[in-house]
């Protein structure tokens, strides 16, 4: 089988396909000559990540695929159901870069608690003159010890936040739409494991107002999950962090929010107007900010890769 990595594949998975005998293309293909490009070369699998599409224009006029693969979560940008509806193969790598974005989701946090996200940018411009000034504006930090954590959504990315927040000795409270409860194991140095039951809850007025810090951590939402009826249910001096997608957050709203003080700060890592997010967005000091890099870690791309090309090896057995 032919493979196109169009948006990239591990070394792991490049050389667990290619001890397979599978025929890896490296090329990176613009997505108006996309379509062209796998017709020439006779294309049966094709693998994305968040850049590429995989529409029903190009399902349609590619006879030549038998699987479309995306390394990651979120298939926003496959049309999955009409795809399958044709006889492909989709197929993800749900839990793959989970840990990596619940790392981000914290390394935003500590940011945000302990101001770095600013101070970072303002000790090269004012450090050697302002000093003392700058110590003074970020003396009100926070620990996370004690503060409730507050969870949206209970997937594999929720779940490794949920640990690292206990592990951070932080109170847990999880929202999903349905009652939910999993058993949360942390596993220590010395081999030690220790396992919470954790249940979710559906008292959105009650999690909203009891949260500290908020992660959101859902799939795709048809509108707004959070905007203005949703801030005001909030603490004040909340911290809000998206790692999720755009359009999860009301982004205007937030700002609202942060300048009247209801939001202490808050981190995006995904933006509305992606890959272009909004000037008043990008120049706000209140925000902690990074380019969609929640699954963008060597070790979760060395998980997408095997896990992508494991599956692929598997679909092919049964195709043979």
């Known amino acids: 089988m032919k493979i196109l990595a169009n948006d990239g594949i591990s070394k792991a998975g490049e050389k667990t396909l290619k001890d397979a005998g599978f025929e890896l293309v490296e090329h990176k293909v613009s997505q108006e000559h996309l379509i062209d490009f796998i017709n020439e070369h006779q294309i049966e699998v094709l693998l994305v990540r968040s850049a590429t599409q995989a529409r029903k224009d190009l399902i349609d006029a590619c006879p030549s695929l038998k699987i479309i693969g995306r390394g990651g979560v979120g298939m926003d ?3 999955v159901a009409y795809a399958k509806s044709k006889g492909l193969f989709i197929i993800n790598t749900p839990s793959a870069s989970s840990r990596s974005v619940a790392e981000m989701v914290f390394a935003h946090i500590f940011s945000l608690a302990r101001f770095l996200h600013d101070a970072n940018r303002m000790m090269p411009l004012e450090g050697d003159s302002q000093f003392n000034f700058l110590k003074k504006s970020y003396s009100n930090a926070v620990e996370l010890q004690g503060k409730t954590l507050g969870v949206i959504g209970f997937g594999g990315i929720g779940k490794e936040v949920v640990k690292i927040g206990i592990s951070l000795g932080m109170k847990i409270q999880v929202f ?3 009652p939910k409860t999993e058993t949360i194991a942390l596993d220590f140095f010395d081999g030690q494991r220790v396992q919470f039951n954790i249940s979710t809850t559906q008292d959105w007025p009650h999690f909203l107002k009891n949260s500290d810090f908020i992660s959101i951590n859902t799939p795709k ?3 707004y999950l959070i905007d203005q009826a949703e801030f005001e249910m909030m603490k004040d001096g909340v911290f809000i962090v998206n790692t999720a997608r ?8 937030l700002l609202e929010y942060i300048d009247n003080g209801k939001v202490a700060g808050a981190a995006l890592d995904v933006f509305e107007n992606e890959p272009q997010p909004h000037l008043s967005v990008l120049m706000n000091p209140q925000l902690s900010l990074s380019p969609h890099l929640g699954g963008n870690t060597l070790d979760a791309q060395e998980k997408i890769g095997t896990e992508l090309a494991e599956q692929i090896i598997a679909i092919q057995k049964t195709l043979s």
């Open 176 to 178: 999903t739409r349905n």
């Open 246 to 253: 755009g359009g999860v957050i009301n982004e205007n709203t």
């Open 77 to 79: 940008n496959i049309d």
């Open 221 to 223: 939402t048809n509108g």
